[in-house]
C-alpha cells in the first residue's frame, strides 16, 4: 500500500457498515453492504490549508512554480488540490475547467423577490464543455488515469456525455463510450459527442433504462464509469462550493439552489460544507434548496410527501425502493422540457438525503412553465442557460413565495449548463414557428410564457424597419 493509498481511501457513506475500498479501486459501491461510497481523506496527516483562499491559491513549490503547476493554478477546479488530494499531480488531466463566475443578478433578484445584492448566479456554463460536468469529469479522468483505464463510459442526459467525449478527446489514449435514451438528449450535447468522436450508443429508453445499461456493460467490460455514482467526480464537483465562498469573500450565503436530477451536485455540496466546517474553514453551514421539476419529481415525493430523511445513514431504504417499484409498475417514466434533469432513479439518493439534513435544506418541486419563464427572466438579465439551469432560479422564487427563503437571505442560484446547449427549447418558446412551438412543447401541455420574445416579421423596407425599431427598442 503506498503512502497516499493509506491517508486517501473509499468508504462506505452508511457509517454503521465502515466499509472501505483502496482509492485504487474502480468498483464503486462499497464491498460489505452495497452502498455507495465517498473517497475519504485521513485530514490528520496531510496538509490542511489555513483558510479558503490559502486553499485556491493552488500547489506551490517554495516559490517555484513548474508549468504542469501553474496548469493547475489556473484549473478552478484543482487550484484547490489541497482540499481533494487525493491524485499526484502528475496524474492530473486538466482542460482549464473551473474558470467560472459568481454574478450579482439583481433584474432576476427582482423577479424571484430578493431584494437587491441577495442574489447571485453562478455560472457554470463557461466550463470548456459548456456545463459543470467538466469540475467532476477532470477528477474522474485524473482518477481513471490512477487506475490505468483505457475506456470510459456513462449514460447521459446529455451534458455528462458532452464532457465526457471532450475529456477522452483531449486525453488522447481514452476511448468514450455513452448510452442515451431514444430521442432524449438536446441537439447541443449529441453534437458535441458526435464531434469529439465518441462511441455513441442510442437505446430504446429513458436515462433511467441507459443508466441500468452502462452499469452492466461497465462490469462485464471493465469500463471506467464516470456517472455521479463514481465518488471521484463528486470530488471535483466539491470546488463549485470552494469558488462561491470564495467570490464572497469567505461568507457562505444563506441558500445555495440547485437543480435536481442524478443528485450529484446536491452530494458533492453538502460534502464540501461538511468538509469545510470540519476543517474549519467556515464558521456556518448555508442551507441547500434541491428543485425538481414536477415531471421528474422523485426527491420531492420522498422527501416532501413521504418524509424521506438520512438519519444518520439509518434511512428508510425499502421506503425508496417501494417507490421505484411502484414507477416500475406504473410504467411512470420521467417527463419535463429541462432533458438534462429528466430522471426518476437518481442514484445518489441516499448521498442527496445526507447533504440536506446536515444542511437543513429543504426540496422543492417547479412546472415547465415556471422553468421556462425563470429562463426567460435569466436571459433577459444577462447571463444564458438550459432549461434544467433555470430550475433553480424558478426554485428559489416559489421557495420566496412560500417564505421559506426571505427577501434579505444571500442567495446562490447554480446556472449548471450554457444556453447554446439546447436551442429548440429558446426557438420553441420565443418563436413563431408553430409546428416548432407544437413539438417541442405544445405536445407537453406547456403554454406560452410571459416573457416569450418572438422575432418581428419586417418586410425588406427601410422606413418599416425604422417603425419597428421606433416603437419597440
Ligand atoms: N443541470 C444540468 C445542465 C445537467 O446536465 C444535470 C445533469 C443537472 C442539472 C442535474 O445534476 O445530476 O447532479 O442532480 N445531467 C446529467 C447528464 C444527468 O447526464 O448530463 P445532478
Same mark, same amino acid.
Given at each position: ?33 452495497? %452502498?455507495?461510497? !465517498?473517497?475519504?481523506?485521513?485530514? !490528520? ?7 479558503l483562499?490559502?486553499a485556491g491559491?493552488?500547489?506551490? %513549490? *517554495?516559490?517555484?512554480? +513548474? ?7 489556473? +484549473?478552478g477546479v484543482?487550484r484547490f488540490?489541497?482540499l481533494l488530494?487525493? $491524485? ?10 473551473g474558470?467560472t #463566475?459568481l454574478?450579482?443578478?439583481? @433584474?432576476? $433578484? ?10 447571485h448566479?453562478q455560472?457554470e ?7 459543470f460536468?467538466?469540475n467532476g469529469?477532470?477528477a *474522474? ?19 455528462? +456525455? ?13 476511448? *468514450? ?33 441507459? #443508466? ?22 463528486l470530488e471535483g464537483q466539491k470546488t463549485i462550493i470552494y469558488r462561491i465562498v470564495e467570490a464572497l469573500?469567505g461568507e457562505p450565503p444563506?441558500w445555495v439552489v440547485v ?5 450529484g451536485n446536491l452530494s458533492a455540496f453538502g460534502k464540501a460544507f461538511l468538509e469545510l466546517r470540519e476543517l474549519?474553514l467556515i464558521?456556518r453551514m448555508p442551507r441547500l434548496a ?5 415531471? $421528474?419529481?422523485?426527491?420531492?415525493? &420522498? ?28 410504467? @411512470? ?15 445518489? &439518493? ?5 447533504s &440536506?439534513?446536515a444542511s437543513?435544506g429543504?426540496?422543492?418541486? /417547479? ?15 444577462? #447571463? ?6 433555470? $430550475? ?20 446562490v442560484c447554480v446556472?449548471t ?7 429548440? /427549447? ?9 409546428? &416548432? ?10 403554454? @406560452? ?11 425588406? %423596407? ?12
Amino acid at each position: 500500500m503506498s503512502v497516499r493509498d493509506s491517508f486517501v481511501y473509499q468508504r462506505c457513506i452508511n457509517p454503521a457498515c465502515g466499509g472501505t475500498r483502496s482509492v485504487l479501486e474502480c468498483e464503486f459501491t462499497c464491498p460489505r453492504c452495497g %452502498d455507495l461510497l !465517498d473517497v475519504a481523506y485521513d485530514w !490528520d496527516c496531510l496538509p490542511v490549508p489555513r483558510s479558503l483562499r490559502e486553499a485556491g491559491n493552488g500547489p506551490t %513549490d *517554495a516559490g517555484h512554480v +513548474s508549468a504542469s503547476r501553474a496548469l493547475l493554478r489556473r +484549473s478552478g477546479v484543482w487550484r484547490f488540490w489541497s482540499l481533494l488530494p487525493f $491524485a499526484p499531480h502528475e496524474q492530473i488531466l486538466s482542460i482549464g475547467e473551473g474558470q467560472t #463566475l459568481l454574478l450579482p443578478a439583481d @433584474r432576476v $433578484a427582482e423577479y424571484v423577490g430578493l431584494r437587491p445584492g441577495r442574489l447571485h448566479l453562478q455560472y457554470e456554463g463557461l466550463n470548456p464543455s459548456g456545463s459543470f460536468k467538466d469540475n467532476g469529469m477532470t477528477a *474522474a479522468f485524473t482518477h481513471a488515469r490512477m487506475v490505468g483505464a483505457r475506456r470510459a463510459a456513462c449514460a447521459s442526459t446529455g451534458n455528462t +456525455s458532452a464532457s465526457l467525449a471532450l475529456y477522452a478527446a483531449a486525453s488522447g489514449q481514452m476511448r *468514450a463510450v455513452i448510452f442515451i435514451g431514444s430521442g432524449k438528449i438536446a441537439f447541443g450535447k449529441l453534437a458535441q459527442a458526435l464531434d469529439h468522436g465518441a462511441l455513441t450508443l442510442q437505446i430504446h429508453g429513458d436515462f433511467d433504462d441507459a #443508466l441500468e445499461r452502462v452499469r452492466q456493460a461497465a462490469s462485464r467490460l471493465s469500463l471506467y464509469l464516470v456517472n455521479s455514482i463514481n465518488p471521484f467526480r463528486l470530488e471535483g464537483q466539491k470546488t463549485i462550493i470552494y469558488r462561491i465562498v470564495e467570490a464572497l469573500d469567505g461568507e457562505p450565503p444563506d441558500w445555495v439552489v440547485v437543480p435536481a436530477g442524478n443528485l450529484g451536485n446536491l452530494s458533492a455540496f453538502g460534502k464540501a460544507f461538511l468538509e469545510l466546517r470540519e476543517l474549519g474553514l467556515i464558521g456556518r453551514m448555508p442551507r441547500l434548496a434541491a428543485v425538481n421539476a414536477a415531471g $421528474a419529481d422523485t426527491l420531492h415525493r &420522498l422527501w416532501n410527501e413521504q418524509g424521506l430523511r438520512w438519519r444518520r445513514g439509518s434511512w428508510d431504504r425499502l421506503r425508496a425502493e417501494s417507490y421505484f417499484q411502484e414507477l416500475k409498475r406504473t410504467q @411512470r417514466k420521467a417527463s419535463t422540457v429541462a432533458s438534462a434533469i429528466e430522471i426518476n432513479r437518481p442514484v445518489n &439518493l441516499p448521498k442527496a438525503l445526507r447533504s &440536506l439534513e446536515a444542511s437543513e435544506g429543504v426540496v422543492c418541486v /417547479v412546472s415547465d412553465e415556471e422553468i421556462l419563464e425563470a429562463k426567460a427572466r435569466i436571459g433577459s438579465g444577462g #447571463l444564458g442557460c438550459e432549461p434544467a439551469s433555470a $430550475a433553480s432560479v424558478a426554485g428559489a422564487r416559489k421557495l420566496r413565495q412560500q417564505g421559506v427563503i426571505s427577501p434579505d437571505d444571500s442567495v446562490v442560484c447554480v446556472l449548471t449548463g450554457h444556453s447554446l446547449k439546447d436551442p429548440n /427549447v429558446t426557438v420553441a418558446c420565443h418563436g413563431t414557428d408553430e409546428h &416548432l412551438f407544437q413539438e417541442v412543447l405544445g405536445r407537453r401541455g406547456i403554454g @406560452r410564457i410571459p416573457s416569450a420574445n418572438p422575432p418581428v416579421c419586417v418586410p425588406n %423596407d427601410l422606413g418599416q424597419i425604422i417603425t419597428v425599431i421606433e416603437a419597440r427598442a
